[in-house]
C-alpha cells in the first residue's frame, strides 16, 4: 500500500472525519446546542419582556389620558368658580360702593342743609340787627319834633287798615 494513492487519502480523511466528527459531537456540540438553546431562550424571554412592556405602557397611557381628563375637567369647575365668586366679588364691591356713595351724598346734603339754615338764620340775625339800627336812627331823626311824630302816627295807622 502506497502512502500517496487515493484511495488510502480517501481512507485517512474518512477517518480523520470520523474521529473529528465524535470529538466534536463529544465536546464542542453540547455547548453550541446549549449556547444556541439559551440564546433562544432569551430572545423568547425579551420577546416576552417586550410584549408585556408594551401592554403596560397601553394601560400607562389609558390611564394618563383618564387622568388629564379628570384634571381638565377639575380645572375647568375650579375656574369656574372662579370666575363666579370674581364677578359676586365685583358685584358686591360695586353695591357696597353705589350705597356708601349715595349715603355720603345724603351726608352731604345734610351738611349743606344745615350750613344754608345756619347761613340764612345768622344773616335774618345781622339784617334783623341792621334794619333795628336803622330804624332807630331814623325814629331819632323824624320823631325829634312834634309834628312829625304825628305824621308817622298816621301813616303807620293807615299801613295797618290796609294790611
Excluded at 115 to 125: G, H, I, Q, R, W
Aim: aromatic share 4%; net charge neutral; charged share 30%.
Amino acid at each position: 500500500m502506497q502512502l500517496t494513492s487515493p484511495e488510502s487519502l480517501i481512507f485517512w480523511t474518512t477517518i480523520i472525519f470520523v474521529v473529528f466528527f465524535i470529538l466534536l459531537r463529544k465536546f464542542a456540540w453540547k455547548p453550541i446546542l446549549g449556547a444556541v438553546k439559551s440564546r433562544e431562550e432569551s430572545i423568547n424571554s425579551a420577546l416576552a419582556s417586550a410584549e408585556s412592556a408594551r401592554l403596560e405602557m397601553q394601560n400607562l397611557t389609558a390611564s394618563n389620558e383618564r387622568i388629564l381628563q379628570e384634571a381638565r375637567v377639575e380645572r375647568d369647575a375650579l375656574l369656574k368658580e372662579a370666575r363666579e365668586m370674581r364677578d359676586k366679588m365685583i358685584a358686591d364691591s360695586k353695591a357696597e360702593a353705589q350705597l356708601q356713595g349715595e349715603r355720603m351724598i345724603e351726608q352731604a346734603k345734610a351738611a349743606i342743609a344745615s350750613e344754608k339754615n345756619a347761613a340764612m338764620a345768622e344773616l335774618k340775625s345781622h339784617v334783623s340787627t341792621l334794619s333795628l339800627d336803622i330804624a332807630e336812627k331814623l325814629l331819632k331823626n323824624e320823631l325829634s319834633n312834634k309834628e312829625a311824630q304825628t305824621k308817622l302816627v298816621e301813616n303807620m295807622l293807615g299801613d295797618v287798615k290796609l294790611n
